[in-house]
Every structure is written in C-alpha cells, then in structure tokens.
Nanobody
Framework: QVQLVESVGGSVQTGGPLKLSCTAS????????MGWFRQAPGKEREGVAT???????TVAESVKGRFTIVLDFAKQTLYLLMNSLKPEDTAMYYC????????????????WGRGTQVTVSS
C-alpha cells in the first residue's frame, strides 16, 4: 500500500506563486509514475502534470509554461511549482501514484492523496 501525504495548499492572488509537495511512503514499483490532478467544484478531476520513473514528464496545456513538476527521488517527494496562478486554477489538488503508464487517466491511478485546496483570487 502506498500512502501519499500532501502539503497544505493555500490562497494566493492572481499572478502569485505556490508550491505543493507530496511525500510517498514508497514507490508503487521500480517503474512508476506520480502526478498531480485537480478537481474544481462541479467539474471532473483532470490531470495537471505527471512524471515517470525515467524522468519523462507531461504537463496539461492549460498550465504549460506556468507549472513545473519535480521529483526528489531520494526523498520520495513530488513537487508542483505553480507560477502565474489564475482564478481558473482554483481547485482541490490531488497527488497520485501508479504503476508505469498508470497516470494517464484518473481511472488508472490506484493511489491518491487526500487532496489540498488551492484558491486563487482575482
């Protein structure tokens, strides 16, 4: 069983930065992926950014150029560095961990954090 513990989110103004972290109790496997998803009120959960065991990353078009995903492999900690935040980034952010290839869809992720709220005010 993999447990994921996210840092506390926060409230920022438009254009501000915020950093989220997620520490895993262990990796699901030697070949794994981890990522960040988010869910705004009334909307489906969507992928934000992922990183696999080999260092390959994906970033959603809506946050490309503003968000960066970083993994500290030794510390088993995943970060989401968010810059130039917009009100539409307001959501509950979830850390996810899966076996290789499993971060591509919500349904394929077996391990989730509890979520952390990010609120961006205009």
């Amino acid at each position: 069983q993999v447990q994921l513990v996210e840092s506390v989110g926060g409230s920022v103004q438009t254009g501000g930065p915020l950093k989220l972290s997620c520490t895993a109790s262990k990796y699901p496997d030697s070949k794994f992926c981890m990522g960040w998803f988010r869910q705004a009120p009334g909307k489906e959960r969507e992928g934000v950014a992922t990183r696999n065991w080999a260092g390959r990353t994906t970033v959603a078009e809506s946050v490309k150029g503003r968000f960066t995903i970083v993994l500290d492999f030794a510390k088993q900690t995943l970060y989401l560095l968010m810059n130039s935040l917009k009100p539409e980034d307001t959501a509950m952010y979830y850390c996810a961990a899966a076996y290789e290839g499993g971060c591509s869809t919500v349904g394929s992720v077996p391990y989730w954090g509890r979520g952390t709220q990010v609120t961006v005010s205009s």
